[in-house]
């Protein structure tokens, strides 16, 4: 009866796509529906919860911590994109060539940092930016003659060590998804252009850089959604949600000051919200930009 | 049949692996956890008790010796885990209000105690279990953890906030502690100690708002105003702030890694002798004798100077309340426990044995066989016997509120305010009436 049920060519398709659809609908569309609806209510568990309306998106809307935590997320999803692509893209490239030796151990040593818990990379990281004398980076910037730097109290200074941060994690990550595009590359194509006489440069740019478009654009839409939704990280930097003057604070440390340490759900549920809508602007923008809704000819 | 086998294997091997997993980060993510026997039989209850200092874990312990022995049939195992901070807050603000996972007993530390207490609060009522003890302790520390006149919280001690003085660093700038009575004197000293040393005098705070507090409270003042609203931009902030920021100009104290004394880079900057003040509450005592060795027969303890002659000299800072949730397996025997264990003029005298607290129970500090004896941690730690300090101060201890309001302005406080007025030197008026208006805009 199983047998029959299973093989059944109907229904078959439907048994396969349902842990992805009740997957969907339980951690996706429920929470965000729940959420929608607790953003328009006052919410401290283990209390009524009250509708108070659109007062949470008035109040967000004079909230100068809020935008300052946007302003910090876009600026970090933004220096992420800058360095996460060109560089990851040019290791690869680097990577995949021929002239290459030891290419696994260069695989893996950039991998290696993904692997690595982001509690203990962040906390290792803030000792290695410590404000004293003997942290290592001051140390280093002391052979210079240098004076000692308060990193993690200046905001241009806190953004070195963040982006450093994720630089070293996520380098390897983005050069795995480069290196898998560059394999489906055709040989033949390089071949072709050098008996055409092109060079080195013109191969890239003209062979491997329109070729790995479709990559491109999902690492560049995976990056803005990491980007903006970064927390971890800042977080285990600055040891806690609560940086100097907020300046590791991103939208989603701002959500979880609201909603876990401050128990004012409804508001931090407002916040979720519209970090929602700033992803999917920018996402579906860039996405429509790159051509991706056009249809394939 | 062979591929079924392998199938089956491979399945096999991966939920276990998955199952290794799951194990592994669930007993990291709850911190330490270890069970107190202290002579309980087999027929103990188990009760759970979370906190977020782990020396309060062997106050416990000795009072539980004390209590499995005196309450035969009424033995408790205790159950106790250790977290960060912000991580044990939060995680059982979650659950004391969900009602699902959350322990027996929990130490709910003072500026977090405000969330605690929204609406109707999920802690058991304490009123029946103080009484015997209502006429020994200080009331102030009753009312601290109060909500409408009901007690939902027991305190761990005064903490009547003091000046640490190293007198190594003193005797070699040729400083008598001893003279120090106001800000002036402070900065006189502090100026000479900077000159014939290079080391600083003290800190500049930005973390924290113990320094704050103790300008307010030396000039009858608060951080909220009577009904308990936010008044972070009060004249007598102002005075207060400037004070400490002309000291600072003039090299006396400086910010410190960590942002306050009582953090693990603040230990090791006074363990190697950089600062050679820190104003703190008593509690702090236990800070030295735990994590800066070092300085033992070093530090005297002395009343903090003040603005003018004759002003209170001490406020009670910080503080930790033990609470019953009211999801406790036994009620009951979880409040007369903790009242035995923080009320009880026993527990009052291991609190300072132990801990090194000032118990609440003021009587204890004139108890002269147990605030001077030889043999104690502290008494062998410090220059001075602390007890002849609060004894001489007993008087001027003032209270800083803790109201609603209180975690965000400490937020605000420490997260913004001290940084730009003692990193980046912004005016102090238009730094606090900025927090002000950022505290009344959360708040609304």
């Avoid at chain 1, 439907?14 to 992805?20: A, M």
């Avoid at chain 1, 283990?46 to 809307?61: I, P, R, S």
């Avoid at chain 1, 040891?239 to 590791?248: L, M, V």
């Avoid at chain 2, 007198?167 to 700038?173: D, N, P, Q, R, V």
Wanted: with cysteine; proline share 4%; net charge neutral.
């Amino acid at each position: 009866m199983i047998k029959r049920f299973l093989y059944s060519q109907k229904v078959a398709p439907y048994v396969f796509v349902l842990p992805f659809i009740l997957v969907f609908l339980i951690f996706w569309v429920y929470p965000l529906g729940s959420s929608l609806s607790m953003s328009f209510q006052k919410v401290t568990l283990g209390q009524d919860a009250q509708w108070v309306g659109l007062d949470n998106y008035t109040k967000l809307m004079g909230d100068k911590t809020f935008f300052k935590a946007v302003a910090n997320s876009a600026v970090y999803m933004l220096l992420t994109l800058v360095i996460l692509i060109p560089f990851p893209m040019l290791f690869a490239v680097l990577i995949n060539s021929k002239l290459m030796w030891a290419r696994e151990f260069f695989k893996s040593s950039f991998f290696f940092p993904a692997l690595t818990s982001v509690v203990v990379a962040g906390t290792i990281f803030r000792l290695m930016f410590g404000e004293m004398e003997g942290s290592m980076i001051n140390s280093i910037l002391g052979l210079f003659g240098i004076e000692p730097m308060k990193f993690l109290k200046g905001q241009v200074t806190g953004y070195i060590a963040l982006v450093a941060l994720a630089t070293w994690r996520w380098t390897g990550v983005n050069m795995l998804y480069f290196l898998s595009g560059l394999k489906n590359i055709p040989d033949d194509y390089y071949e072709a252009a050098s008996i055409d006489g092109a060079s080195r440069f013109q191969k890239f740019t003209k062979i491997t850089m329109p070729l790995l478009k479709p990559t491109s654009i999902y690492v560049l839409t995976i990056s803005i959604y990491a980007g903006l939704a970064m927390f971890i990280e800042s977080m285990m930097l600055w040891n806690g949600n609560n940086s100097p003057k907020n300046i590791g604070l991103t939208i989603v440390g701002y959500l979880y000051r609201q909603g876990i340490e401050k128990n004012n759900l409804g508001y931090a549920a407002a916040v979720g919200i519209v970090l929602l809508a700033i992803t999917m602007i920018i996402n579906l923008t860039q996405l429509a930009f790159s051509g991706m809704f056009k249809k394939e000819d | 049949m062979k591929k079924k086998w392998l199938v089956t294997l491979l399945v096999l091997t991966m939920t276990s692996l998955l199952w290794g997993c799951g194990a592994k980060s669930s007993s990291s993510s709850k911190g330490e956890t270890s069970v107190l026997n202290a002579g309980a039989g087999e027929s103990a209850t188990e009760l759970s008790y979370w906190t977020f200092v782990e020396l309060h874990g062997q106050h416990f312990e000795k009072m539980l010796e004390k209590w499995n022995k005196a309450n035969p049939d009424r033995q408790i195992k205790l159950n106790v885990t250790v977290m960060p901070y912000d991580d044990m807050h939060n995680k059982l603000s979650i659950a004391v209000q969900t009602g699902v996972g959350a322990p027996d007993i929990a130490d709910i530390e003072l500026g977090k105690y405000p969330d605690f207490m929204k609406g109707t609060p999920q802690l058991e009522p304490l009123d029946d279990v103080v009484k015997p003890y209502k006429d020994t302790v200080v009331q102030s520390q009753l009312d601290l953890y109060s909500k409408d006149g009901t007690v939902y919280g027991l305190s761990t001690h005064v903490g009547a906030s003091v000046a640490f003085y190293n007198t190594e660093i003193l005797k070699e700038a040729g400083v008598d502690y001893k003279t120090i009575v106001t800000w002036d004197d402070f900065k006189k000293a502090g100026m000479q100690v900077y000159e014939k040393t290079g080391k600083y005098m003290g800190t500049a705070d930005t973390s924290a708002t113990w320094q704050e507090s103790m300008m307010l409270a030396q000039q009858g003042a608060d951080f909220t105003d009577e009904a308990g609203n936010p008044k972070v931009n009060s004249e007598q902030m102002v005075k207060g702030l400037s004070i400490l920021k002309d000291l600072k100009d003039n090299n006396v104290i400086a910010t410190i890694a960590g942002g306050q004394p009582d953090t693990e880079e603040a230990y090791g900057e006074f363990n190697s002798g950089n600062y050679a003040t820190a104003f703190m509450p008593l509690w702090e005592m236990s800070r030295y004798t735990n994590y800066m060795a070092d300085l033992s027969g070093k530090i005297a303890i002395a009343p903090i100077p003040v603005i003018e002659k004759g002003m209170p000299r001490s406020y009670g800072g910080g503080g930790t309340a033990t609470v019953v949730t009211k999801t406790a397996k036994d009620v009951q025997l979880a409040k007369e426990f903790i009242a035995y264990a923080k009320l009880s003029l026993d527990a009052n005298i291991e609190i300072w044995n132990t801990l090194g607290f000032d118990p609440i129970n003021m009587d204890v500090w004139d108890m002269k066989d147990v605030t001077h004896n030889p043999e104690n941690k502290f008494v062998k730690y410090f220059v001075n016997n602390p007890f002849d300090v609060l004894n001489d101060i007993k008087s001027e201890i003032k209270l800083i509120k803790s109201t609603p309001a209180s975690p965000t302005i400490n937020n605000v406080l420490c997260t913004v305010t001290l940084n730009e007025i003692f990193e980046d030197g912004k005016d102090i008026k238009k730094a606090l009436d900025d927090a002000q208006a950022q505290i009344e805009q959360e708040l609304k």
